[in-house]
């Protein structure tokens, strides 16, 4: 019973603790001159790190210039970036660039800033400001912990230990 005890607290102790890269998606992200920004981004489960990203942006025409349709990739990208707060910026070869400006990022996600400070650029056709917007937190199905499923089985190994050693009450016919 004292080594199952000990098993269950070395198991609980040595397992590491979870963590997973969190994934967001966008959402009503308009463009000036038409069109929406989709895909989504995946940043570390701090909050402080882009892992990956992949967004694109429509073809649009403004005028006398044309915003030619460009998907952005982590392979890609020069990624700048102040997180939790303030902005990521995404630059790609060819003029491309993408910024997001917001006041916080949370584990929930991030609305955009819509005063001009969250923009799709390119070199040439200029700018175009996201009109709104938000990156939104993907829903994933709980994953439990090492050390949690530690526990269970310790705890299960426990009631079946202690069922078996328990005491039967003698029959009828063994006496």
Do not use: C
Not at 123 to 146: K, L, M
């Amino acid at each position: 019973m004292k080594r199952l005890l000990l098993i269950a607290a070395a198991a609980a102790m040595i397992s590491a603790p979870a963590s997973a890269n969190l994934i967001f998606n966008l959402s009503g992200a308009t463009l000036q001159y038409g069109g929406q920004l989709t895909g989504s981004i995946t940043l570390s489960d701090d909050l402080t790190q882009v892992v990956d990203l992949n967004i694109s942006a429509p073809a649009a025409d403004a005028g006398a210039f044309h915003f030619s349709a460009y998907t952005y990739t982590f392979a890609n990208a020069i990624i700048s970036t102040h997180l939790p707060n303030q902005y990521i910026r995404i630059d790609e070869p060819g003029g491309y660039e993408l910024q997001f400006a917001f006041p916080v990022f949370t584990a929930s996600g991030a609305t955009f800033y819509t005063n001009g400070s969250s923009s799709d650029h390119t070199a040439a056709a200029g700018n175009r400001i996201i009109t709104g917007g938000s990156f939104v937190a993907a829903t994933n199905a709980a994953v439990p912990e090492p050390a949690t499923w530690a526990l269970t089985l310790a705890g299960l190994g426990l009631i079946g230990f202690g069922m078996s050693r328990r005491l039967r009450p003698a029959r009828l016919g063994e006496i």
